[in-house]
């Protein structure tokens, strides 16, 4: 992908550039008198196609952006993590030997990955640090993944672990299924986990191989935020996520991605006509994702856009995850001469959709699709032109 850094802001305004290490730095040693001893980082992410297939063993194509979670950190000698989180200027600490559920939100992603690691046998240290990031709360772009890999990455610097990305994330996974208690797939953490620069993953969520895919030349991903949340995804959620099991058994088959449109064809008018319309985006969705992995390959923009058009379709009429202002939003996207695609991406009913645009073209993109959309709903969009980056590491030790 093109270097293209900049954010786009609707309002035409400039935001600050995404963070860097050096923010860090200044963060910890402003706090701590001297530099920390190590500096983690762990990217939010977006899905360019493949959604709500990974809980039915299918095919996601996310990549990792350059919105991250950032911690600075240096040893203790005891057992406790004591982290100062600088978007929320407060200071918490928690206790290796006594995890316990409390009320600060943000810490509970730390408190469950340390009891996710400590649970598999991982003998973790205590550490001090600060806790900083840039990736838009809520919206979409899984900063709650981020932080659960910036906190597992912290941990293992402070601790000397190995650091296995596949490993790392089903670790942070369990912590968000079990401590958090939503039921996530895998997508989120393994993107932050393993992400690859100028690159889209390619992961297949059975046997969660990663194949990284590279941006064609020319082309940059805008992420549409459309300034909507909606309370009520996780049950929506939930209730998917059941509807795609029963769908399943339904076919004898372990998970929809066992089942293809033959199949699914042939038997499907026994089927319940809602159920029926879920099993059908998920076995279509993971057909267009690997199409779309081919159109990256050979270069083929158009075909890629049309899949993305597609998905997101299949996501508005089968699988009912769209909402008003995402499909305002996709519209106004795909409507722009830069624009070879766009969908609504992440769980849905609110939050960002994601396009694939000319990279030449990028601020009148996302100048004229802030004003389409605001036109059109009323909201301010937030507009941001993404750089894939790798995924969780080290980058000061
Ligand atoms: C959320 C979940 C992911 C995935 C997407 C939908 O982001 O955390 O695991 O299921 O929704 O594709």
Known sequence: MDAVAAIALAKGGQTPMPLDKSHAVAAFTEHFGEPPRWVVRAPGRVNLIGEHTDYNGGFVLPLAIDRAVWIALRPREDRSVVVH?????????????????????????????AWSLQESGYPLIGWEGVLLGDVPLGAGLSSSAALEMATARAMAAAAGLAWEPAVMALLGQRA???????????????????????HAMLIDCRSLETTPVPFPPGVAVAVLDTATRRGLVDSAYNERRAQCESAAQFFHAE???DVDLDLFQRLAKDLDETIGRRALHVITENDRTLQAVEAMRRGELEALGSLL???????????????????????????????????????GFGGCAVAVIDAARADDFAQSVAVAYQERTGHIAAIYICQATNGADVVES
């Open 309 to 347: 058009n597609k998905s997101h379709a299949s996501l508005r009429d089968d699988y009912e995850v769209s909402s008003d202002a995402l499909d305002a939003m996709a519209e106004a996207a795909q409507a722009h001469p830069a624009c070879y695609g766009a969908r609504m991406t992440g769980a």
């Open 85 to 113: 989180s600088i978007d929320f200027d407060t200071l918490a600490e928690f206790n290796l030997d006594h995890l316990a559920k409390g009320d600060i939100q943000w810490l509970e992603y730390l408190k469950a990955t």
């Open 255 to 257: 998970t929809l991605r």
């Open 176 to 198: 968000e299924n079990q401590w958090v208690g939503v039921q996530c797939g895998i997508m989120d953490q393994l993107i932050s986990a393993t992400g690859k620069a100028g």
